[in-house]
């Protein structure tokens, strides 16, 4: 099936620092990322769509300068979390469209990306 | 209320049992349906995908929309201990950007 790449899948940073999580689709093209945070044993919350050539859509509540997100191409998009402080840590989460061949909707997750800000 | 709901579990089952997970939804605009499983630690992981209402079946697992009442179903048979996870319902609409509605997630254990 198709693939969405997250790196880095873990990373410790100091508060007041900033981090780039990135997202790759490696076998389809996307136009439209989405981006979502999880805390441990609860679901995935939407933070923004990522739009390829265009500003990022955040969900209310959801500081668009504190989660900065560049879609610059089809296969990229990145989460910066910036000024990050420990209530920043979580588990950040990617996924992808296929909005080419027979799955038509389908939406396909990345690996994930823990952060830790000490 | 959310719009898709489902029974955080935890579900715990015998190996080789048939699972039934199940979340209903609220949205009558939602078309398509999708099943993640989710181990601890890692990304969502496409199990089944459908559009409107029906069956689908793919190995050991079946997939079931009932639109008239609403009711998103997914079945494992012969449950293995490797199928301890979480899983995840999702919904979306046509035309809505692609944006998924989850479920809260049902935690499944099997024990061998």
């Known amino acids: 099936g198709a693939v969405v790449s997250q790196h880095p899948s873990r990373v410790i940073c100091k508060s007041g620092t900033s981090v780039k999580i990135e997202c790759r689709s490696l076998d389809f093209q996307a136009t439209t990322m989405f981006w979502y945070r999880q805390f441990p ?25 504190k989660f900065l997100i560049n879609h610059a191409s089809l296969t990229l998009s990145t989460l910066t979390v910036t000024s990050a402080h420990p209530e920043d840590s979580s588990f950040y989460i990617c996924s992808a469209r296929d909005s080419g061949g027979g799955t038509g909707n389908t939406i396909y997750f990345g690996e994930g990306s823990w952060l830790t800000v000490v | 209320q959310k719009e898709v709901e489902q029974d955080p579990g935890p579900l ?29 630690r890692k990304g969502p992981e496409l199990l089944m995908y459908t559009y409107s209402s029906g069956n689908k079946e793919d190995g050991r697992f079946t997939a079931q929309v009932d639109k008239s009442s609403k009711y998103i179903s997914l079945f494992i048979r012969d449950s293995q201990p490797s199928d301890s996870a979480t899983y995840l319902c999702a919904s979306m609409k046509q035309n809505a950007g692609n944006m998924l509605t989850f479920g809260g997630g049902t935690r499944l254990m099997v024990k061998p």
């Open chain 2, 12 to 40: 715990s089952v015998p190996e080789g049992a048939i699972v039934s997970l199940n979340c209903t939804y609220s949205n009558s605009a939602f078309q398509y349906f999708m099943w993640y499983r989710q181990y601890s």
């Open chain 1, 41 to 65: 044993k609860q679901s995935l919350m939407l933070m923004a769509t990522s739009n390829e050539g265009s500003k990022a859509t955040y969900e209310q509540g959801v500081e668009k300068d």
